[in-house]
């Protein structure tokens, strides 16, 4: 069974930065796609960055290009989310999610088999 847990989130100023992590175990790292997604309070989860199993290719939501970078260590079975200018508009929970059957579109959340529990991100003004 395939487990994910995030970390790393925790309460910014605006024009802040962090970098979220998410561990994988209890599965084969490096044929997996990654994402990263987001809820805030009262909306619905949106995606926000994914990177392929090869590590070559990337995608992000509009409103966090130039200011997030998805990335991978296939060594430490784990994927990060760099986020810097947050804006408090980025607080939410975060999730990774893995999908491991190749599929092609990696904004969909129906494309992942497997979630983390979520870390949350606060950004003050």
């Known amino acids: 069974q395939v487990q994910l847990v995030e970390s790393g989130g925790g309460l910014v100023q605006a024009g802040d930065s962090l970098r979220l992590s998410c561990a994988a175990s209890?599965?084969?790292?490096?044929?997996?796609?990654m994402g990263w997604f987001r809820q805030a309070p009262g909306k619905e989860r949106e995606f926000v960055a994914a990177?392929?199993?090869?590590?070559?290719?990337?995608v992000y939501t509009d409103s966090v290009k130039g200011r997030f970078t998805i990335s991978r260590d296939n060594a430490k079975n784990t994927v990060y989310l760099q986020m810097n200018s947050l804006k408090p508009e980025d607080a939410a929970v975060y999730y990774c999610?893995?999908?491991?059957?190749?599929?092609?579109?990696?904004?969909?959340?129906?494309?992942?088999?497997?979630w983390g529990q979520g870390t949350q991100v606060t950004v003050s003004t």
């Open positions: 999610a893995a999908d491991s059957r190749y599929r092609a579109n990696l904004r969909e959340e129906s494309t992942y088999d497997y």
């Open positions: 990177i392929r199993f090869t590590g070559s290719w990337t």
């Open positions: 209890g599965g084969t790292f490096s044929r997996f796609s």
